[in-house]
């Protein structure tokens, strides 16, 4: 089952956060989340999963920044959210699609526990001017049955548009104490 916007604010500072929040952005089952001012790409022609690949920063100025076809752009959420017993889940607004750009390729599923920013990857069909600050995606909830496990892994309490780190599995180390509360506003370690 998918929460209703009015459920949405209902729960807010319980098992929703949503920081900054701004209500003109409730849908009716769903939040509209704002694209933040800066993207990455990565420098590597030949993407590597086995290890870190090389990136650079792009800034989104005032007047536009127009992404090209057949490259793949990182970015994140102004805001940074955080949920509790819920299930989050992002997708790209109809209104950015029908320009032909995708806001993820394939991670639009969260979990139960994540708090942090969203990262977007970022594909355009055909030449596209993006800008900062635009509502990008929406995010909405789903209720979940059963015990619960709240998440806890490598882009747990991200603080910036988070690379690939699939590498970290083929050498793995925790990245969270499961005995510590995940609660918003906890800082990883080193990511």
């Avoid at 940074?80 to 989050?88: D, F, K, Y």
């Avoid at 599995?169 to 969270?176: D, M, Q, S, T, Y």
């Amino acid at each position: 089952m998918i929460l209703s916007g009015n459920e949405i604010a209902r729960r807010l500072g319980k098992d929703i956060v949503i920081d900054p929040y701004e209500p003109s952005r409730l849908n009716p089952n769903s939040y509209n989340l704002t694209l933040h001012n800066e993207l990455m790409v990565y420098e590597e022609v030949v993407l590597d999963m086995a290890k870190a690949n090389r990136v650079r920063r792009i800034e989104i100025p005032q007047d536009g920044l127009v992404l090209s076809p057949n490259q793949l752009y990182l970015g994140r959420t102004v805001e940074r959210t955080a949920t509790h017993n819920l299930v989050p889940q992002i997708e790209g607004r109809s209104s950015v699609g029908r320009l032909g750009l995708f806001v993820h390729v394939t991670a639009g599923f969260g979990d139960v526990g994540f708090a942090g920013y969203w990262t977007l990857e970022m594909f355009a069909v055909q030449p596209v001017r993006i800008y900062a600050g635009v509502p990008i995606c929406q995010i909405f909830y789903h209720e979940i049955t059963g015990e619960v496990t709240e998440y806890c892994s490598k882009y747990q309490h991200n603080r910036d548009i988070q690379p690939s780190l699939l590498f970290e599995e083929l050498a793995p180390e925790r990245h969270c104490d499961p005995q510590l509360p995940l609660k918003f506003g906890i800082e990883s370690s080193g990511i």
